[in-house]
């Protein structure tokens, strides 16, 4: 399991090195661009969706392998609950200490993780947002803010976002 797939790139290493690949793309357009390119370069075996990061893919859980490319606030409790007994979980995480690179393994006593040392990544997000509700909040902001001398920037910058989320036919 790929958590943060991103462009797609690193799904398709995987694919050359396992049977299946399931992966999962917080952002939407990138989650689409990465399935389209992968199924063009035949990568048959990567299964790959737009979704909520934090929870991956229950439904094909547990998984041997969990790689993520996200920081969590904690330990990815949600995560490691689908890494199957004798699997790992190598992923970003702050446990209080800053960023730090982890590796979680599931054995029959338990769970062991190993500190592999100081790490940047990206939050962990939960379930995305809806575009057209970010665009209408951030609408309301700037009309909030309406007197700001910067209001007609930012109002060019949601009308921006609007036109490159809902493209006029």
């Not at 063009?40 to 490319?69: C, H, I, K």
């Not at 609950?81 to 699997?87: E, H, K, L, R």
């Amino acid at each position: 399991l790929e958590v943060g797939a991103g462009c797609g790139y690193q799904s398709a290493i995987l694919a050359e090195l396992v049977e299946r690949v399931y992966a999962v793309e917080w952002v939407p357009e990138l989650a689409h661009r990465a399935r389209a390119r992968l199924g063009t370069l035949g990568y048959a075996n990567v299964f790959l969706r737009a979704g909520d990061g934090a929870d991956a893919w229950r439904s094909e859980a547990p998984f041997d392998g969990v790689l993520a490319a996200a920081c969590s606030e904690g330990t990815p409790q949600a995560l490691l609950d689908q890494v199957a007994a004798g699997g790992c979980l190598v992923a970003p995480a702050d446990l209080g200490e800053g960023q730090r690179l982890y590796r979680w393994q599931r054995d029959p006593d338990g769970v062991r993780c190993r500190d592999l040392g100081p790490c940047r990544f990206v939050p962990l997000l939960g379930k995305p947002p809806a575009v057209g509700a970010v665009i209408r909040s951030l609408y309301r902001r700037v009309m909030a803010v309406a007197g700001h001398p910067r209001a007609s920037i930012w109002l060019a910058a949601v009308s921006f976002a609007e036109s490159s989320f809902f493209p006029v036919p």
